[in-house]
């Protein structure tokens, strides 16, 4: 039997209603809600937190529209704008994701904070070939959408990874995955995740034994390391509304529309 989020009974904010990856301290809702009377106890850090890169955006060149979700991720860890640098040792600045968490809980009155993340860890999936996440055996494969999916309104994330295509984790590695990421956010205080880009699945299945199989060791994969590392079923699905996700699902009963 399925448990009844805990969070449910607190005020939630979520960073993607304001900036996606714009720092929380420089968001004014969270302390308009605390001098209101209402403050935020559960928190989500949407987009913007992980430490990616991507190659179909050059610095300086104009920004094309939907060359973000062909970014990849080269790491498990924060990216620089929560993680203090050497040349930042006597700043003011968080040396880390952990001491971030902290002083937003303590600065908020913050009793959870979840990070996002996707479920082949980023938009575009892993770097096949960073240092970080090669281990994870990555390989690029183009998403295919149905032409059920294409009757309906058209998507720029999922037309852009169907575009620059995803990093998509050996299935065989997908559990070590998910067990080292996990196994890091805890250690940084991270409470639960917002496991988005789940419906990526259904598209990438050829040659990867079809999207009822895959889905399933997926599914299975993610909600061990969820039981394993975080208080009850601490995660919060997000396009994962296929018949495939729902029905494979034992322990999350949380969706984001």
Request: charge should be negative.
């Amino acid at each position: 039997m399925k448990r009844i989020c805990y969070y449910n009974n607190w005020t939630r904010h979520n960073t993607y209603d304001v900036i996606p990856g714009m720092l929380l301290m420089n968001n004014h809702l969270p302390y308009n809600l605390l001098e209101g009377g209402t403050p935020a106890r559960f928190l989500i850090i949407d987009d913007g937190w992980q430490d990616t890169t991507n190659e179909f955006q050059n610095e300086g060149e104009p920004f094309v529209e939907g060359s973000q979700f062909g970014a990849r991720l080269v790491s498990i860890e924060e990216n620089s704008k929560f993680r203090k640098t050497g040349d930042e040792a006597s700043s003011e600045a968080p040396s880390d994701l952990k001491e971030f968490i902290s002083d937003i809980k303590s600065t908020f009155g913050l009793k959870y904070v979840y990070v996002w993340h996707a479920l082949m860890g980023y938009w575009g999936g892993l770097h096949p070939n960073a240092r970080g996440t090669e281990k994870y055996n990555p390989k690029l494969k183009f998403p295919v959408q149905s032409p059920g999916n294409l009757a309906h309104k058209r998507d720029i994330s999922m037309d852009s990874m169907e575009k620059y295509g995803v990093g998509t984790i050996d299935p065989a590695k997908v559990s070590e995955f998910y067990d080292d990421l996990h196994r890091y956010l805890v250690s940084q205080e991270v409470d639960g995740v917002k496991v988005d880009v789940q419906n990526i699945l259904e598209t990438i299945a050829i040659g990867l034994g079809g999207r009822v199989s895959l889905t399933r060791h997926f599914q299975q994969a993610l909600e061990k390391s969820i039981g394993t590392h975080f208080q009850d079923n601490s995660i919060i699905c997000c396009m994962g509304q296929s018949t495939d996700s729902i029905y494979k699902s034992n322990l999350d009963n949380a969706l984001r529309l």
